[in-house]
């Protein structure tokens, strides 16, 4: 006997419509990293939320486990984003407010640890 | 938009590397009694594949609605995917 194959809806896209298409070279690595970053978060949401194979749909609490994942991920990402460029820009002003683990720039003359 | 269809080529790509590693991971347990794939992982992959499709078309549609909500998401996400070097136009 065989099994059903799996359940797909008629009108399923895959990707999303980004919202605005790349229309030259500098918007291309943008677009690129938005297409990654939905990539990554597809399989790390699936791989964390998704345990159940006794059945081709998910379950309610499966998509309630990737709304949240969904939204932890992108705060993280955010999150992560901030704090990088703070530290960067501490880098840059010559480590005046810098954390502990950034190493200082050569030529910098205060090598004060915050 | 020529660029644009390549990038989409390449997106897939690595929508289905990222699925079949996931799937692999989930339904094929690393003890190999027999060269052949079992009754149980087929099915298992059969779904699997079915799930992770509509796992990505959930993600992309609350993806879609929060980039419609949030001017400067994309600027965020580009940022964290690209390392903080992408400068929105």
């Not at chain 1, 999303?16 to 790349?22: G, K, V």
């Not at chain 2, 993806?63 to 929105?88: C, H, K, N, Y």
Request: hydrophobic residues 30%; contains cysteine.
């Amino acid at each position: 006997m065989e099994e059903s194959s799996p359940s797909s809806s008629p009108n399923r896209s895959t990707t999303p419509t980004p919202p605005t298409l790349p229309v030259n070279e500098d918007q291309v690595a943008t677009f690129r990293s938005f297409f990654q970053t939905y990539n990554r978060i597809s399989e790390y949401c699936f791989r964390t939320c998704v345990w159940d194979f006794g059945t081709p749909s998910l379950r309610a609490r499966e998509e309630r486990c990737l709304n949240r994942c969904t939204s932890h991920y992108l705060q993280m990402t955010k999150e992560i984003g901030h704090v990088f460029a703070e530290g960067q820009t501490n880098l840059m002003l010559g480590g005046a407010a810098a954390p502990p683990v950034v190493e200082p720039v050569l030529g910098s003359e205060t090598t004060s640890v915050a | 938009m020529k660029l644009v269809q390549d990038l989409e080529i390449e997106m897939m790509t690595d929508m289905y590397a990222r699925l079949t590693n996931a799937c692999h991971k989930k339904c094929v347990p690393p003890k190999y009694r027999e060269p052949d794939l079992q009754k149980g992982e087929s099915v298992c992959i059969d779904r699997c594949v079915a799930k992770y499709l509509d796992v990505h078309e959930k993600i992309g549609k609350k993806l879609t609605e929060i980039s419609m909500r949030d001017q400067d998401f994309q600027q965020r996400v580009g940022a964290g995917g690209g390392g903080g070097l992408a400068t929105p136009s």
